[in-house]
Structure formats: C-alpha cells, structure tokens
C-alpha cells in the first residue's frame, strides 16, 4: 500500500524533520529545506483540513525557522514542549542537566569532531563527524544520565540525547489525536530513526500507519526509501486527490 492510498482527507500526518522531511547534514544548522517540500506540507494542510502536524527532537523555534512561512502544530525536543494547533504551548516539567551538559561538554573539548546540542530540558551529544566515538559518547551520558533524576537516554542517528522521562514522540501523537482537528482521523506518522519507534507504536495501536523512511529495523508497517521518494509520494497523493475531486 502506497501514501496515494493512506493519505486520505480523514487522515491526520504527524511528520519527523531530519531524515525524513529533509535529508541529514553533518551538523544540524546546515540541513537545506526545498521551496517544493514547503508547497507540499501547505497542499497536505489544505487536503487534511489542517490536520498536519511537526514531531521532532529539534526545538520548535528551530523547526518555525527551516519551515517558514508555514507555523504547524508541532511537538518539539521529543515532546517536551508542543505548540497545539490553535496556538497554544504545552511545556512538560524539566529536570537540570548540569551533570550531563559537564560530562558532554568535557568530552567534546577533548575529542574533535563532537557537537554538544542543548535544548530546553534535553542535551545532544552529536558524533556524526566521529564515530568511531559511538561508544565512548554512549558511555559517558550513559554515566551522567545514571546520576540525574527525571533524565532518561534516547539513542538515534549518530547522536545521543538526554531528554525528560515523560517526553516521548508516541505521548505527543497521542496528546494531538485528542484535539482537533486531529481528532477522529486515522493517524499516520513518517519518520526514520529509532526514536520515531514511539511514533509508530501510537499510531498503529490507533488504528493508523507507521511509515518508515530509508533501512533499518522498525515496527512500522510501510516502507519508503528516502525523503526525496517521500515527497514524490506526497505529489502523487495530493495529485490522485486532485483527479478524484476534479
């Protein structure tokens, strides 16, 4: 089964940024958004009755920023914070980082080629341009996030991350299906990293569709290869919607 025969106007999108939307770069600042994924996530809004929605480790200032002048609803930094369709902005309680950001910002002066990332409640340590630091970046929070309450360890593409207990990709898609205008629709989230798995479980236990992007194992029931193969399916769906209206 193809996105032309999921998206459906009774469908609500829920949409990871990096790796799906748009291809990963080797520093968070440097991804390119295309002027044709921003046309599309507006038609999607436009088909969907507004009911496209942003699920990202990225803050929600950042993804305003790539995706401008589209303002979508959007959970951001896994969920802990989460910009409702209507405007309003959810905070989840955050616990203090200080041990972690050390124990990050220690090794990154020591090793080139890391990039410590802090968010509000959450930190980033990024090894994209070292990996063969994996495992020694894994340890090190590993050690820290051990000795910091209401912090727990979320590993993904080349990065580990410290984030809030109660923060989950799955928890905000859920926090969304129960307002409009994503309530009632049939769920459907397209993402491509581990810690999309959440996002996957939620919608498919809704009755909706988990899509993976690019390899990998996943618990998602639909594959697609990359972000520039999902939005030709996204041109194919608005265009098979069109022709059926039309």
């Known amino acids: 089964m193809t996105l032309v025969e999921i998206l459906r106007p009774s469908c609500a999108l829920f949409l990871d940024f990096d790796g799906t939307m748009v291809d990963l770069a080797p520093q968070p600042h440097a991804v390119q958004v295309p002027r044709r994924l921003i046309d599309l996530l507006q038609e999607l809004q436009a088909m969907l009755g ?5 699920i990202s480790g990225r803050p929600i200032e ?3 920023g790539f995706l401008q002048p589209l303002r979508m609803p959007t959970a951001g930094v896994h969920g802990a914070e989460r910009r409702s369709a209507d405007g309003h902005l959810h905070l989840l309680h955050t616990h203090p980082l200080d041990h972690v950001e050390e124990a990050a910002r220690l090794l990154a002066a020591q090793h080139e ?3 410590v990332e802090s968010k509000r409640g959450s930190l980033a340590l990024h090894y994209r341009q070292a990996p063969h630091l994996e495992e020694l970046c894994l340890r090190a929070m590993q050690d820290a996030v051990s000795e910091s309450p ?3 360890l979320l590993r993904g593409k ?3 991350e410290a984030k809030p207990c ?3 990709k799955g928890r905000a898609i859920e926090e969304f299906m129960a307002e409009a205008p994503f309530t009632g629709r049939t769920p459907v989230f397209i993402g491509d ?3 999309d798995e959440a996002g996957f479980s939620a919608v498919q236990r809704l009755g909706g569709t988990g ?7 996943s618990i998602a029931s639909r594959r697609v290869a990359d972000p520039a193969a999902l939005q030709r399916e996204f041109a194919a769906a608005l265009a098979a919607r069109t022709t059926r209206t039309g």
Not at 50 to 54: K, L, N, S
Request: hydrophobic letters at 50%.
């Open 113 to 115: 080629g890391l990039l």
């Open 50 to 54: 507004g009911a496209v929605a942003v």
């Open 150 to 152: 209401g912090i727990t």
């Open 62 to 64: 950042q993804l305003d």
């Open 211 to 217: 899509v993976k992007v690019g390899d990998g194992d």
């Open 193 to 195: 990293d581990v810690t």
């Open 166 to 168: 109660g923060a989950s």
């Open 158 to 160: 080349m990065v580990v």
